[in-house]
């Protein structure tokens, strides 16, 4: 079966400090990957998404970028944090079955970021 | 452009009853995939259940169906038998023919009581 994880869990950082967040899915080859974030009381925002090695698209221009090293790992990074950064991040996972609108995506366990 | 509404921030239910939980969208694309995600205080999305718009059924995924209404636009969420486990948020979201970003609703507050 096919596990996604995040990590770190939790993290706290200055503003102005870099970040980076990383993703993997185990058990499925060629997986699309996605980025969210959520604001407290929100529904999720996509950031980024991915079809592929080094395949990035953006979908929400801000103070972050994404990186697709290896096929199953995702990475979400910033060069310098801003207060409006924080939030809950989740990354997620998909498989093509085929037939538009159809791809169920599934969800990490995220990652809460504070930025002070 | 594609939204969803959820005009429920809050619903209450006692063990045992069933609950329904509203959800409205609307899309110009003709085929379209509606779900809805469960997400307790840990945080983590939990996926429950899927309607294509081409399903001719709704779906049904042991205590969870989607009361799906292609006509009135709603996609409603019917929790049967409630347990206490069932509190959490509760998501509404869409996926368009591009096939890439969900699109969330705001979600609503379920809290089940004993």
């Known amino acids: 079966s096919q596990t996604i994880h995040q990590w770190p869990a939790t993290l706290v950082q200055p503003v102005g400090s870099p970040l980076s967040l990383e993703c993997t899915v185990e058990?499925?080859?060629?997986?699309?990957l996605y980025w969210y974030r959520q604001a407290a009381g929100r529904g999720l925002q996509l950031l980024f998404y991915s079809v592929g090695i080094g395949q990035i698209s953006s979908e929400v221009p801000q103070n972050l970028s994404a990186s697709r090293p290896q096929d199953r790992q995702f990475i979400l990074s910033s060069k310098k944090l801003l207060l409006s950064d924080s939030g809950f991040y989740l990354c997620?996972?998909?498989?093509?079955?085929?037939?538009?609108?159809?791809?169920?995506?599934?969800f990490g366990p995220g990652t809460r970021l504070t930025v002070l | 452009a594609q939204k969803i509404t959820q005009t429920q921030p809050g619903m209450f239910v006692q063990e045992k009853e069933a609950v329904t939980l509203d959800c409205t969208y609307d899309?110009?694309?003709?085929?379209?995939?509606l779900f809805w995600y469960k997400q307790p205080s840990s945080g983590e999305m939990i996926f429950l259940i899927y309607?294509?718009?081409?399903?001719?059924q709704n779906a049904t995924e042991g205590r969870y169906s989607l009361n799906f209404q292609k006509a009135r636009k709603s996609a409603n969420l019917v929790i049967s038998a409630s347990q206490l486990g069932d509190s959490a948020m509760y998501f509404c979201?869409?996926?368009?023919?591009?096939?890439?970003?969900?699109?969330f609703g705001k979600g609503t507050t379920l809290s089940v009581s004993s």
């Open positions: 979201a869409m996926l368009g023919q591009a096939g890439t970003a969900l699109i």
């Open positions: 997620a996972w998909s498989v093509i079955r085929g037939g538009t609108g159809t791809d169920t995506q599934y």
């Open positions: 058990g499925t080859s060629n997986p699309n």
């Open positions: 899309t110009s694309d003709p085929s379209y995939g």
């Open positions: 309607q294509g718009s081409y399903d001719q």
